[in-house]
Structure formats: C-alpha cells, structure tokens
C-alpha cells in the first residue's frame, strides 16, 4: 500500500515537500520509486524517479525546481517541490514498483 501525504494549497513561488509511504513489504530498498502528476483534462505526467542507489532523473518541466528522495528505513519516498507556479497545479502520485498511491491534491494560487 502506497500512502501519499504533503499535498495542499499554496502561493505561487512557495514549496511544498510530498511524502510517499510504502507499506507491506520488508524489501522498499531493493525498487525504485516514481513521482507523478495528473492535472484536470490531462494525461498522467512523468515527474522524477529515484532507483534504489539514490540515482535520479527529472522531467525537464521541474527539473532545478522538484527534488526526489527516500528514507529506506522508513519505506518513504519524498518529493520537494520548490518555486511552484499555477501550472503546477494536479493531482500528484507516487509509485512503487508496479503499484500506485491514490494521490494528493497540490493546489498553486497566483
């Protein structure tokens, strides 16, 4: 089970850090983990991934803005979101492996 948190209303401008915990397994470290994001009338967007030896990759549309990590002892993943605009604004979700979490609302007022 994939349990997203963090999400919110917010400024233009402002940061927000998702939280994404995974429960049920005793391997978190062994998978990577996956951020993305689905806004209203659009397709789900690929946002960042982080493998299990801490490499990263970024969609270009929050790459210097979005940071991804994980705490594998605590079977969490995060995203830091800085310097959010309106267009930021969807549903965000993270994945594990083949499974996802049911998202979190992040809202960027201008």
């Known amino acids: 089970q994939l349990v997203e948190s963090g999400g919110g209303l917010v400024q233009a401008g402002g940061s927000l850090r998702l939280s994404c915990v995974v429960s049920g397994t005793i391997f978190f470290r062994i998978n990577a983990m996956g951020w993305y994001r689905q806004a209203p009338g659009k397709e789900r967007e690929f946002l960042a991934t982080?493998?299990?030896?801490?490499?990263?990759n970024y969609a270009d549309s929050v790459k210097g803005r979005f940071s991804i990590s994980r705490d594998n002892a605590k079977n969490t993943g995060y995203l830091q979101m800085n310097s959010l605009k309106p267009e930021d604004t969807a549903v965000y979700y993270c994945r594990y492996a083949a499974h996802w979490g049911k998202g979190t609302l992040v809202t960027v007022s201008s």
């Open positions: 982080i493998s299990s030896g801490g490499s990263t």
